[in-house]
């Protein structure tokens, strides 16, 4: 056990994860958006995260250069089939880590701002463990 934590592999892994974070948060914040008006726009992401449109417009600019969202110049924001998989896969997760929270006694407003964060860093095993955990409890 030494061995690991003294390695580099567990900040690896943390650099990783947060590399990927601000897509995921943002693929799962546009199709919110998409689902709740029918449209979104970089000023509902800029004010839905609290930052500039330049910021966003930065954001947007890489994402669609991962393949994630679709957009033209002063048009509406759209998930390509890639972002709305991503998307699909952060909700679920979410809602595994919510709901596991949940189950440990943990209250629904801390569980909710607690799942945001875990849901980007939680390995796959991990996360098959809170969801089966979450099950055996509720039966």
Known sequence: MADYHSSSKPHERTRRD???????????????????????RL???AEKFGVSNVTVHRIIERLTNEGLVK????????????GQK????????????YEFLLSLGIDPQTAAIDA????????????????????????
């Open 18 to 40: 947060h590399s990927s974070e601000t897509a995921e948060d943002y693929v799962e914040a546009i199709d919110d958006i998409l689902k709740a008006s029918g449209v979104c």
């Open 86 to 97: 991503l998307a699909d896969k952060c909700r679920r997760q979410h809602k595994i880590v």
């Open 43 to 45: 000023c509902d992401l």
């Open 116 to 139: 945001e964060g875990i849901e980007h860093h939680v390995s796959p095993a991990t996360l098959a463990c809170f969801e089966q955990f979450t099950k055996s409890r509720q039966q």
């Open 71 to 82: 957009t033209e110049p002063y048009k509406p924001l759209y998930l390509t089939r890639t």
